[in-house]
Structures are given as structure tokens and as C-alpha cells.
């Protein structure tokens, strides 16, 4: 789910038309949304994902996104990522900075959601401490814990071989997760027995991919998409059985790549134990091209690109509901060196790919919001451009948000998701998305 290459797109010049009154666009928007809920009988799903680690890395707590002011305008948040251990079960690395920055770290009171400070012995501290308090604030927020990723595929085939490991994998994360059971570890006082239960009423399963097209190191078996609907079928066994011992509704959730390769290992009998599912609308283009091409564009201009519709309709093509399937959208863009600055657009010979500023030649939408140089938005693609002096970055801003939100609307979809809110800081895409599908 992280901006990591994905699968080849190709690069193809696109016509461009004048722009849409944006009024109009969100009148459209107001008038579509009644329809949508009466024939579907929900509301879309606004989702975006939070990425634990860059509470370390990038100093990006849950109190910053609070302060962002984004869960006012979410329906769920996904927090990326949980890990399957060797043994393939649901675990946290105790040789990893992640349980300290997740239920260890005691807050001060100003960095605190609640204003409070964490006293030492509390059994739960950390982030997730800090996800409990910014949804007794918004109540209405539900929270999934995603599985996987581009980085914690690696055991999810072997999570998932066999009746036993697929019982067993799921079993260990309704504990860990759902049940809220957190291991006592390095002699801190956090963890045990439900520590952080509540937390969590949801799972995602990010395995990046089934088969081949994942992360170099993942573990392959011929079986694996045929795997994946049986540990499907068996989370939704669990989480039903659950549900009946608490009372409470717990979702179930697959991430699904946008790409036509990698979604061969999806089939239709998933989506009858999926609450939802998210489609990876992005990575179309990125470093591997040759040309400068959009990388989350709505619209296909051309018989040979890829697009987020299309990607869409691929999976209703293979019996998805389609009111099961939730947009994704980037806050991060994708950049190239331009051989000729004077010539910007998609199409355009690269250079080679632009230089790194967030994760490799990628940039997070609030930094591509400052750049000064000539920008365009393409209507017809459902597309975004600027160019910083020779670098050529596509992005979604607020306006191609709302264009999403529109099809959204049109089409009957689940929703929008974006990846990720750290990129968003200031909420800005957030706010669009929820706009768009009806506010």
C-alpha cells in the first residue's frame, strides 16, 4: 500500500478540454448523493490509512492528525500495517521499534490527544493509547488494523496454506487485535490481557500480492490465490462467531491492486465475505517508464493505459458488488526528470525518474501543493500536473478528489480511501473526499 513500485503502465500523450465550473461539479455532486444512499442504503465510506512507523520517522502522531482536522470528515481509519510472524500468525515484532511507538511510549501531556499526561503503569500507552482517545472524541470513527503491505507480505502465503495455518493465523489476530490481548515485553508495564480491546472492530488484509508481483522476499506457493479466499472465508467465520459472543459488528476488508496483472488472483467468491473492498487507484506510472505518464488518473484516453475506471470495472466485470468497492487515492505524487523542461505533460520523454523527497522519487501532496511552477489539471484524464523547474510530478489535488467523489456517486461505489494521512497534513484531501460524496 505504500508508494512502492507496482506493476509497468504506460506513458501516452492526453488531450486536454476546459475545465468544468467546480460549482457545477458540486452541485452535481449534491444532487447524485440522495440517490446514491437511497439505492445503496449507506453511506460511502471515507477511509484514509495511517502509518504507524512515521510516528517515528516523520513525528506524525495521532495528535497531529487530530489537529489536522481529517477524522472529523473520516468513517474509518486503517492502521498500516500489522505483521505475520515465520510461523504465520499475527504477532508484534518484539526486535522492532514498533511496540514501544504503539502501546510503550508514555505522551506529555502536549503532544496527548486528551490534554493528559500518561502515567508509567498504565497497561496501555502509545499510539494505540492515542487512537482510544481520539475516538472518544469522534465517536462516529472506526478503526481497521491493515495486514501486510508492501513491506509484511512475506508470510501471509504461509498464514494461509493449509485449513490449520488459516485457523490458527486467524485465530492469533482476533486475539492480538480485535480481543486487544498486547504481549509484556522489555519489562514495561503495557500489554496483557485486553489491553487495547475496543481499539479495533475491523481487519484489512494488505497481502502484496498473491503469487507473484509482491515484495522480492515474500514466500510464493502455486495455491496462494486460491488461498486467499479460503483465509477469507475463514476471517469471516471467526469474526462472525465473535460478533455473536460480544454483539458488536465486526468488517472485514481486502486491498486489492489497481493494476491488471496483479488482480488475476482475485475471484469472485471473496467479495461475498467482504464488507469491502479497497482498489489501489494509483502506481499506474512511475520511474520504470520511459515517458512521463499519470500515475492515478480516472480516465484511460487511450486503448493501451491503465486508469482507475478501468481498474474498476475490472473488478465488476469479475462479479464484484459494486457498492463493495472503495476508491483509493494517493496524497503522494510520482516525478520525472524532463529531457525538454519547455514541453511538460504526459508523453513527454523522461530523463530519468525525478529525485527522491519522500520515499524515492515520489512527494507528498502537501509539499507538491508549494511548488510555484506551471500547473494544469486535465479534465478528460482526471488527472494533475506541476512542474518544478525540469521535474515533472503527477499528483490528485483537491479538484481531482472531487472528480473521484463524483464517479464515486455515479457509479454506486463503496467510497473513497486515501493512502496516506501523513502526506495530508493539513487535511486538505480529506476534506475534499468527504465533500464530494455528500459531506
Known amino acids: 500500500m505504500n508508494a512502492t513500485p507496482a506493476p509497468p503502465g504506460t506513458g501516452t500523450p492526453f488531450r486536454r478540454r476546459p475545465l468544468l465550473a467546480l ?70 515484532p518484539g526486535n522492532h521499534a514498533q511496540p514501544w511507538e504503539l502501546y510503550q511510549r508514555r505522551y506529555e501531556a502536549d503532544e496527548s490527544v486528551s490534554g493528559v499526561a500518561d502515567e508509567y503503569e498504565q497497561e496501555l500507552a502509545g499510539s494505540l493509547n492515542q487512537l482510544r482517545q481520539l475516538q472518544e472524541k469522534y465517536p462516529h470513527l472506526r478503526a481497521s488494523v491493515s495486514l501486510g503491505g508492501w513491506n509484511w507480505s512475506t508470510y501471509f502465503s504461509v498464514a494461509a496454506r493449509t ?60 495455491d496462494d490465490a486460491a488461498n486467499l479466499t479460503l483465509l477469507v472465508a475463514e476471517f469471516r467465520r471467526q469474526l462472525d ?27 469472485e467468491e471473496i467479495f461475498d465475505h467482504l464488507d469491502f473492498a479497497t482498489v489501489q487507484g494509483y502506481d499506474f506510472a512511475g520511474p520504470w517508464n520511459e515517458e512521463t505518464a499519470y500515475h492515478s488518473n480516472l480516465y484511460a484516453t487511450s486503448p493501451d493505459t491503465n486508469s482507475v475506471a478501468r481498474a474498476v470495472q475490472r473488478y465488476v466485470d469479475l462479479g464484484a458488488p ?16 524532463l529531457a525538454d523542461p519547455s514541453e511538460p505533460g504526459p508523453g513527454e520523454p523522461a530523463a530519468g525518474p525525478a ?82 460524496l455528500g459531506g
Open 355 to 436: 529525485e527522491d523527497h519522500y520515499d524515492g522519487p515520489t512527494m507528498a501532496f502537501s509539499q507538491l501543493q508549494e511548488v510555484e511552477g506551471p500547473r494544469s489539471l486535465d479534465e478528460e484524464a482526471g488527472a494533475y500536473w506541476v512542474l518544478d523547474g525540469d521535474e515533472w510530478w503527477t499528483y490528485d489535488n483537491p479538484d481531482v478528489v472531487r472528480l473521484k467523489g463524483r464517479y464515486v456517486l455515479e457509479q454506486g461505489l463503496g467510497g473513497l480511501m486515501v493512502w496516506n494521512l501523513d502526506m495530508d497534513p493539513d487535511g486538505a484531501l480529506v476534506q475534499a473526499m468527504d465533500e464530494s
Open 23 to 92: 460549482g457545477a461539479v458540486v452541485a452535481a455532486v449534491v444532487l447524485i448523493t440522495g440517490v446514491f444512499v437511497a439505492v445503496s442504503g449507506r453511506n460511502p465510506e471515507r477511509i484514509g490509512y495511517f502509518a504507524d512507523w512515521n510516528v517515528a520517522n516523520r513525528g506524525y502522531t495521532i495528535g497531529e492528525l487530530d489537529e489536522s482536522g481529517a477524522p472529523e470528515h473520516l468513517t474509518r481509519l486503517m492502521w498500516a500495517f500489522g505483521d505475520i510472524s515465520a510461523e504465520g500468525l499475527c504477532h508484534i
Open 241 to 267: 462467531a465473535l460478533s455473536e459472543e460480544t454483539g458488536e459488528d465486526y468488517v472485514l476488508s481486502v486491498s486489492m491492486p489497481g493494476g491488471a496483472e496483479d488482480g488475476e488472483a482475485y475471484d
Open 322 to 337: 459494486r457498492e463493495k468497492l472503495v476508491m483509493g487515492v494517493p496524497a503522494f505524487g510520482r516525478g520525472w526528470r
Open 163 to 222: 485449513q490449520e495455518s488459516r485457523e490458527a493465523f486467524v485465530s492469533s489476530c482476533v486475539d492480538l487485535w480485535l480481543r486487544g490481548d498486547l504481549p509484556v515485553l522489555d519489562g514495561e508495564p503495557q500489554g496483557g490481557e485486553g489491553a487495547a480491546a475496543g481499539i479495533f472492530d475491523g481487519i484489512d488484509l494488505d497481502w502484496e500480492w498473491p503469487g507473484p508481483g509482491g515484495h522480492p522476499d515474500n514466500v510464493e506457493h502455486p
